[in-house]
């Protein structure tokens, strides 16, 4: 399941959803992002993050269905918020649900990583000087690099 929303979300009510009643999951793995009071850039007050509706929910529908392909999960969850946020705040949650522990812990940090360098998010922040965009990051996508089996760049 896929969702893109402002509100903030609950993990354990998400959490307890997640493959409610299936008795062939041994193990979930989850992640919460949250909002920082600092990035490279300088201290944040807040950050907004913008979206193409249509557009994002279809890259995380690819997303999501690569992590399928990939490992045996039996359910998915991504919540990702959009809007101005706080330091603090809950920026997205990711949990996958498998038969083994192993498979939902790698396919959990392949979400993250995939979102991080391949969702159509832009971010603003804001700090003592003003807003400004976030760029990509190199450090993420040399995370994500090693999904591809290889530590090339795009």
């Known amino acids: 399941m896929i969702r893109l929303q402002r509100e903030d979300f609950d993990p354990g009510v998400e959490l307890a959803r997640l493959g409610e009643g299936d008795p062939t999951i041994g193990g979930v793995c989850a992640f919460v992002g ?3 009071d600092r990035s490279p850039a300088g201290p944040v007050t807040a950050m907004t993050l913008e979206h193409y509706p249509g557009m994002t929910e279809k890259a995380l529908a690819r997303i999501e269905a690569e992590a399928r392909a990939r490992w045996p999960l039996e359910d998915v969850l991504i919540v990702h918020r959009h809007g101005r946020l ?3 705040e809950r920026i997205v949650l990711v949990a996958t ?3 083994h522990r192993q498979a939902a812990f790698d396919a959990c940090q392949f979400l993250i990583d995939w979102l991080k360098t391949r969702a159509p998010f832009w971010k603003r922040e804001e700090g003592p000087d003003g807003p400004r965009w976030v760029e990509a990051r190199a450090e993420d996508d ?3 690099a090693r999904w591809r089996g290889d530590d090339r760049k795009e």
Do not use: I, M, N, Q
């Open 97 to 99: 649900a498998s038969a």
């Open 86 to 88: 706080t330091p603090g």
């Open 34 to 36: 949250l909002v920082r």
């Open 142 to 144: 040399d995370a994500a």
